[in-house]
């Protein structure tokens, strides 16, 4: 999209007239063509890119791979972690566009495969709604992933209740390192906690919300992000967590990087 400024008839004039008859959000995507600019505050409060963004992530053969699933009907989303004493690191990212479930759930067989293949165990986190039949198909989402032997566990939640979790690893830190990092390649997840994903804009006369907005591309992968922290946290005690004794899946040989590129 080219923007206003390189565009022989637009000036700063023209620029100025339609900031006043266009809202935040239409200044932010269609003007400056800046789509992660929030029309309202952030939902996660505390991630900063030369803290949380890392380059070059790299992955613990000796750990579970973690896969969270949104299965929104126009964009699937599945995110890749993993968990090591309590710290979340966000390795990939992958979303679908109008794609069958099945489809996408293939695609995502083949992603893992190609990129984490030697990983010894997976574990599927998503949302409970995928347990619900709909009329256009008798089997529920959580049942066509289990078609092939992808068994996803999840429990209800609240907005509250995932927002204390990230919020509490975004801002605590170990070794100056903090708890949650995201690899650079994710970039919707990247931009969704610089403010793509955000509560909706205020408006006179209506109350604000408690839940981000539904804007139909940041929310999908930080959705699915959610499921995995929400299902392996506790809410009261977001350093605690029910995942496995992990020192089970540890590789002595083990390469750790936390994006120093080392």
Known sequence: ??????????????????????????ISEELDINYVASTGKP???GYHIEDHRRKDLKWNTGLAMLRGWDFGYHHPAC?????ERTRVTVL?????EDESLRDFRD????????HFHLCKEWKDYGDPAGNQKSDKDDR?????????????????????????????????????????????????IDEGFQGGYHYPEHREGRSDKESPEKDGVYEHLMNALEYICVNIFSVSH??????????????????VNYGFGL
């Open 140 to 188: 529920t989402s959580i049942d066509i992933l289990a078609e092939k032997d992808m068994h996803v566990i999840f429990q209800p939640s609240t907005y509250k209740q995932r927002k204390a979790i990230i919020e509490d690893k975004l801002r605590t830190y170990h070794e100056n390192i903090p708890m949650l990092i995201v690899d650079e390649s994710c970039r919707i």
């Open 238 to 255: 977001p350093d605690l967590h029910h995942y496995e004794d992990e020192e089970a899946y540890q590789n002595p040989e083990r390469i």
């Open 1 to 26: 999209t080219l923007h206003w400024s390189n565009h022989p008839l637009k000036t700063k004039s023209w620029y100025e007239n339609e900031k006043i008859r266009r809202t935040k959000r239409e």
């Open 43 to 45: 939902f996660y409060d």
């Open 79 to 83: 995110v890749f972690c993993q968990i």
């Open 107 to 114: 695609r995502i067989i083949v992603v893992s495969n190609e």
């Open 92 to 96: 990939k990212e992958v979303m679908g």
